[in-house]
């Protein structure tokens, strides 16, 4: 309780944090497979497979554990410039953001109710909470569900695919 | 002369052109990307050429969920395609901009920049998609439905999302319109997903895979029955078809083995022909020798077959719940964009429903909706769905129709009255 009560004087990171929405919802669900069906849904937008993985690394140089790496990225930044933190922050505006940050930031939820908005615009969720389920392995109607991970396979055959290939990849 | 610049800035592809004229000069991808082999960025139109090799090309898009996110990137591709395509100088022309519906202030803010501060157009008019895509039905029968009632519901799918919107007297209804979050760009992702985890790994050839997914996927107007054949062995199943990659020697780019095996599923139509489709094919012998099962596909031919996948892909548009989206599919998103507007609206919405957007090519597409559509509206309301003869240049040409109209000019807001004003004040006069 006392902790409570002191964490309000006390000083706080001014960091913005910058969380989609829907990565906020998966992070607050405790279960691991709404996480994985999030993640997922997200990836459909993405534009290349590899790069998105890819780009965090190289906005932090010292993160390196190998020893041989460090010793050889000193001596790479003795001869290009260092960047400066304003330097850093500059590029990090120019940085395109993504579109859910932008929509945070429009802040559409504090609009009256009967302003028509992107985010009133969205249909919903389906009437009917029905859902045909398709085997992940083959494509065929799925009868059955991996209790390790939650996706669905049709046979004994696509079970043992499964179970070889992608159990628990998403999920874990 | 006036010189009208219109441009429809989709988030997969742009259409550009000349106002008054029927087609377009340039429908270019609205990306850039960088092959493997070379530091180049390839801008736009020269992704399209043929002898480029595009295969595990890195892509980069001006657009993240069908919103503008990046301006310094559409700005590098707006100016390659001014100066090398349509040849225009932007400070002696007028520019029509079509923009996705609820675009943000912020994003406006930065495309009015983008238009009068760093190309100098002399006017601006923003328009939505869908009251672009009814202004052209509408000019195309003068005593159709839609010219007549001047009310039509707009069914927009297309790269990033999908629109249901009524427009009511050349205007966007905006409180009527539901938006779904699938679209091409999903769909092309979910099939690279399938196909990689099934037989090659795809998940970098964004661009192949978009030719698959426009030469082979169709709409299944049955899907239980389509799974049934699916399953089945040899010739009996209609749906299976191989795709050859390319191999960047002989060809650059990838195609469908043998078309008539691609379009066998369209004889499927009444479920009647099955049979009789067998024996009157002698050129199939030639075929015999191609692998008869999934498994045995050689992958060192660098192909793969696809069965399910041709219509379990589209059918996501349908319902997007299969996929684990908590949202309705589309027959339900134009039901309730139908039933936010005025009941009296609704018979003649439910008669002029026009499918627009890329997404709507699938062949069979109109048909399934229909058959979706007709259960949930009341027994009383025809239901009649109108494919576009074009569906991605369909927004264009309206553009094109509402550039060449007399009173254009009157609409604009010009660059005076940019720099008098700002932006979210002559924003207003787009009344959106």
């Known amino acids: 309780m006392d902790e409570d009560g002191s964490s309000s004087i006390r000083r706080m990171s001014t960091r913005a944090r910058k969380i989609a929405p829907k990565m906020a919802a998966a992070l607050a669900s405790s279960d691991n497979r709404t996480q994985a069906i999030l993640a997922r849904l997200d990836a459909l937008e993405n534009d290349n497979a590899a790069i998105e993985t890819v780009q965090p690394m190289d906005d932090d140089d010292e ?12 001596r790479q930044s003795k001869g290009t410039k260092r960047k400066t933190r304003q330097a850093k922050a500059l590029e990090a505006r120019r940085a395109p953001r993504t579109f859910l940050e932008l929509l945070n930031e429009a802040n559409l939820e504090s609009l009256p109710s009967h302003v028509p908005s992107y985010l009133r615009a969205a249909v919903g969720p389906p009437s009917s909470t029905s859902r045909r389920h398709f085997c992940t392995v083959c494509g065929f109607t799925a009868t059955y569900t991996c209790v390790q991970c939650g996706m669905r396979f049709c046979c004994i055959r696509c079970q043992t695919i499964h179970k070889d290939t992608r159990c628990l990849k998403f999920v874990a | 002369m006036p010189n009208v610049v219109v441009l429809d800035n989709g988030a997969g592809l742009v259409k550009a052109g000349i106002g008054g004229e029927r087609d377009p000069i340039a429908v270019v991808p609205n990306c850039m990307a960088r092959p493997l082999s070379s530091k180049k960025w390839l801008l736009a139109d020269q992704l399209l050429s043929s002898t480029e090799d595009l295969t595990s090309a890195t892509l980069r898009r001006p657009f993240d969920r069908g919103y503008l996110i990046n301006p310094d990137l559409q700005s590098t591709l707006w100016s390659h395609i001014f100066t090398t395509l349509l040849k225009i100088t932007p400070s002696q022309s007028s520019l029509l901009l079509t923009e996705p519906l609820f675009t943000l202030p912020s994003i406006q803010r930065s495309v009015d920049e983008l238009v009068f501060e760093e190309f100098n157009f002399k006017s601006l008019f923003v328009s939505d998609c869908p009251s672009l895509a009814h202004l052209y039905e509408a000019s195309r029968s003068p005593y159709g439905m839609v010219s007549k009632t001047q009310c ?12 249901a919107a009524p427009v009511f007297q050349n205007f966007t209804l905006n409180y009527g319109v539901k938006r779904l979050d699938l679209g091409g760009k999903a769909l092309t992702n979910y099939l690279k997903e399938l196909v990689s985890y099934r037989s090659v790994n ?9 030719d698959v997914k426009e030469k082979l996927c169709f709409v299944s107007l049955d899907v239980a029955r389509d799974l049934q054949i699916a399953r089945k062995k040899g010739k009996d199943n209609h749906f299976r078809c191989t795709y050859v990659l390319p191999d960047g020697i002989t060809h650059t780019k990838g195609f469908v083995k043998d078309p008539d095996e691609a379009n066998r599923y369209l004889s499927l139509g009444d479920g009647a022909s099955v049979l009789s489709e067998r024996k009157d094919d002698p050129n199939q012998l030639g075929v015999i020798e191609k692998p008869e099962d999934r498994r045995t596909v050689d992958l060192s031919k660098n192909e793969f077959s696809l069965t399910n996948e041709r219509f379990i892909v589209p059918e996501m548009i349908f319902r997007p719940a299969d996929l684990g989206m908590n949202q309705a599919g589309i027959a339900a998103c134009i039901l309730r964009a139908v039933n936010s507007c005025h009941p009296f609206l609704h018979p003649v919405l439910y008669k002029s429903i026009i499918l627009t957007g890329g997404s709507t090519r699938f062949p069979q597409f109109a048909e399934r909706l229909e058959k979706e559509l007709r259960p949930l509206v009341p027994a009383k309301y025809p239901v009649n769905i109108s494919s ?13 129709l509402l550039a060449s109209s007399p009173d254009f000019d009157a609409m604009c807001v010009t660059k005076a009255e940019y720099e008098e004003l700002g932006s979210a004040r002559c924003r207003r006069r787009f009344l959106h």
């Open chain 2, 152 to 163: 039509s519901l707009v069914v927009d799918c297309g790269f990033s999302f999908t629109h």
């Open chain 1, 63 to 74: 993160a390196s554990l190998d020893d041989d790496d460090q010793v050889y990225q000193k």
């Open chain 2, 202 to 210: 795809v998940m970098d050839e964004s661009f192949t895979m978009d």
């Open chain 2, 388 to 400: 576009q003869e074009d569906p991605i240049l369909g927004v264009w040409r309206g553009g094109s």
